[in-house]
């Protein structure tokens, strides 16, 4: 397993200087898919297009500023939406059907298409990185590269005693409550959490905790894991488990990574990303 190394060049991957004539500006709009509006942020003019799938409760105002605001814009350009009653993708309220993966998963895909990408890569943080994995492999020939970290492909008991300890919000540290409480309000935030919880736990009572275990075997794009060492949302077996079942896939490992590894070592992850896009 690789461990994250300092970069062999010390020189940066975005331009200095000319390169402000790029766009660094974020777009913010709502398109109809499917029957919602959903939200979504857009910058950069790159030729590859990538999406940026948000965690739960996430949206991409609270869960991707540093990729925003650094991945390469001359490369790239960066899609971050909102899935369906989660950040101003609201109505509807978040509810969480038993397929809200797959929802999520086409919602996702067809917002892309609405947006006129014929081919993209995803990067996909917790939930959305399970997103991620669904759109992948049902969606074979419109994904480029997939990112994920902090996904599972089940729950295990372990896993639903995790998140039964933060069903409650009141109990959140205050720096992590405090922008969905913002965005939210405290009331929509608490009780869409718990509804989070059930709908996440009920997973534990399928034929080995599956959530889409079945098909990481049908995803063929290059594919890209990272996982924090010190993750407590997400036990490292989980990120093991799907490098094992993705042929060909990378497992990286950030031994100081938490769950948000991609806030905290935000420049570390932007770079590993971008080598790998």
């Not at 997939?146 to 996904?151: E, K, S």
């Not at 709908?199 to 290059?222: E, T």
């Amino acid at each position: 397993l690789l461990q994250l190394q300092p970069p062999a060049r010390a020189a940066p991957l975005t331009p200095r200087g000319p390169a402000a004539c790029y766009g660094t500006s974020v777009t913010s709009a709502k398109i109809q898919v499917n029957g919602v509006h959903l939200h979504y942020q857009q910058t950069g003019e790159g030729s590859h297009a990538v999406l940026l799938l948000p965690g739960m409760l996430g949206s991409g105002q609270t869960d991707f500023g540093p990729q925003l605001r650094s991945l390469n814009k001359q490369l790239f350009t960066v899609v971050a939406w909102d899935p369906r009653g989660y950040g101003k993708s609201i109505p509807p309220s978040r509810d969480f059907p038993p397929d809200f993966f797959e929802r999520d998963a086409k919602d996702a895909v067809d917002l892309m298409q609405a947006l006129k990408f014929k081919k993209f890569s995803l990067l996909g943080w917790s939930d959305g990185g399970i997103t991620a994995l669904i759109a992948a492999a049902k969606y074979p020939n419109l994904i480029h590269k997939l990112v994920v970290w902090g996904a599972n492909a089940s729950v295990t008991q372990e896993d639903v005693r995790i998140y039964s300890g933060i069903r409650d919000v009141s109990k959140w540290s205050e720096k992590v409550k405090k922008p969905l409480e913002e965005l939210y309000g405290h009331k929509y935030f608490a009780e869409t959490c718990e509804a989070w919880v059930d709908g996440i736990s009920r997973f534990a009572d399928n034929s080995d905790g599956n959530i889409c275990q079945q098909l990481l075997p049908d995803i063929k794009c290059p594919t890209f894991i990272i996982h924090g060492e010190k993750d407590p949302l997400v036990p490292q077996a989980h990120a093991e488990y799907i490098h094992k079942n993705i042929k060909g896939s990378r497992l990286l490992l950030m031994p100081e990574g938490k769950h948000n590894l991609h806030l905290r070592f935000a420049e570390d992850f932007n770079r590993e990303v971008e080598n790998f896009l």
